[in-house]
């Protein structure tokens, strides 16, 4: 059984996590950092601060995932979502941290994201993934999503319609 001092817990991010968060993209490898981002990214507070500034809109925001060891609480995963309301579909972004990968974190995130996108009114919800990224492709077709084209030649989009 798990320590109660090593507690993984997913929640809602606020703007107070900017830091945090620039911190966890950081210290991704530079491989979960070029697939979160689909590309090579410069000032991780200013994106980490674009995560997290539209949480103050409802059809917009970001869990995170956070993990206490020795006292300290870190960022461990991170899941972005976005909601157009006119097309009814939602947009969302997943990434864990290296050392944590393959345990499941991925696939909690992106079943907490679904609920609440549902408790939003979300009909679709859809995401995109650099061809290469096989962990994310395989994440999204354990959680039932259908692989589609993306307009971007690098990326494949997956799509899946969520129940009302």
């Known amino acids: 059984m798990p ?44 994106i980490a601060r674009d995560c997290l500034v539209p949480a103050r809109k409802a059809d917009c925001f970001t869990l995170v995932a956070e993990w206490r060891e020795q006292g300290r609480e870190a960022v461990i995963g991170e899941a972005s979502y976005g909601f157009d309301r006119l097309s009814g579909s ?36 859809f995401g995109e993934t650099l061809k290469t990224n096989d962990e994310m492709k395989s994440l999204a077709r354990k959680a039932g999503f259908e692989m589609t084209r993306s307009l971007d030649w690098r990326a494949v989009r997956f799509d899946k319609r969520l129940p009302g």
């Open 3 to 46: 320590d109660a001092s090593n507690t993984i817990w997913i929640r809602t991010a606020a703007e107070r996590d900017v830091a945090r968060l620039a911190d966890y993209f950081a210290g991704l490898s530079h491989s979960a950092r070029h697939n979160r981002f689909m590309g090579a990214v410069g000032n991780l507070t200013r």
């Open 90 to 125: 939602g947009e969302f972004a997943i990434s864990v941290a290296d050392r944590f990968q393959r345990r499941g974190l991925g696939s909690a995130l992106l079943c907490a994201l679904q609920s609440r996108a549902v408790s939003l009114g979300c009909l679709d919800l």
